[in-house]
């Protein structure tokens, strides 16, 4: 079965630091993985999407990599700001899934002025 | 260029009765994906769309859940009789294509069955 796991469920920091969530997979025959964030309440943001083809993608203060090998994927957040408080959720396209999307239970991430 | 479209975002029924949620998908985007997101739980596939067609409905419980997609129009998903364990958010995305398209998502339908 399919499983996508995200560790750690909840994670508090202060303003400013550097921090890593990871996101772990069974399933590699991977097309592709995708990051989102989704604030309380409301939908999914599209974050970055790595495709099985790439190692990593930058947007901003936010770099995803992705270890097929391994079956991981890490969210990396610059110099947090409590704005970046939020639910991440990481989600799986694999071979296996076709259409579907897989999705881990999310890091709630809590940045503290 | 819009985003993906859901209404109504916020859907009140009583049990027994109908629920309808529609989607209109991003402009150009013609694959369609329904999910669901139980209280304190992850999202979950339901259904896969193109125009007119089910192309995956292996996520969608096996009563009283319906998908479609018309040649025109919204993509609705309907719930039949519906019960407290309903009560959810509802997302829909879409992409471009299947498989190696980014999925965007919807604000979602947030469904309380009283």
């Known amino acids: 079965k399919q499983e996508v796991t995200q560790i750690p469920a909840a994670l508090s920091v202060p303003e400013g630091e550097n921090l890593v969530l990871n996101c772990s997979f069974t399933?590699?025959?991977?097309?592709?993985l995708q990051w989102f964030r989704q604030d309380p309440g409301k939908g999914l943001t599209s974050l970055l999407l790595i495709q099985s083809s790439q190692r990593e993608q930058t947007s901003g203060r936010l770099n995803a990599s992705l270890d097929k090998s391994s079956g991981r994927s890490t969210l990396y957040i610059a110099a947090s700001q409590p704005g970046d408080s939020a639910t991440y959720l990481c989600a799986e396209l694999s071979v296996t899934s076709g259409s579907r999307l897989t999705f881990g239970e999310g890091t709630q991430l809590t940045v503290n002025p | 260029n819009a985003g993906v479209m859901q209404n109504p975002r916020h859907l009140v029924r009583r049990r027994g009765q109908e629920a309808r949620l529609r989607c209109s998908p991003m402009k150009g985007h013609s694959h369609v994906y329904w999910y669901r997101q139980l209280p304190e739980e992850g999202l979950k596939f339901m259904v896969y769309l193109q125009k007119e067609n089910i192309i995956d409905e292996s996520g969608m419980p096996k009563e009283r859940f319906s998908a479609e997609f018309p040649k025109e129009g919204p993509s609705i998903l309907r719930i039949q009789q519906v019960v407290r364990g309903d009560s959810a958010a509802y997302f829909c995305a879409s992409s471009l294509g299947w498989g190696t398209g980014e999925a965007f998502f919807g604000q979602g339908t947030r469904l309380t069955v009283v």
């Open positions: 399933d590699s025959a991977i097309y592709n």
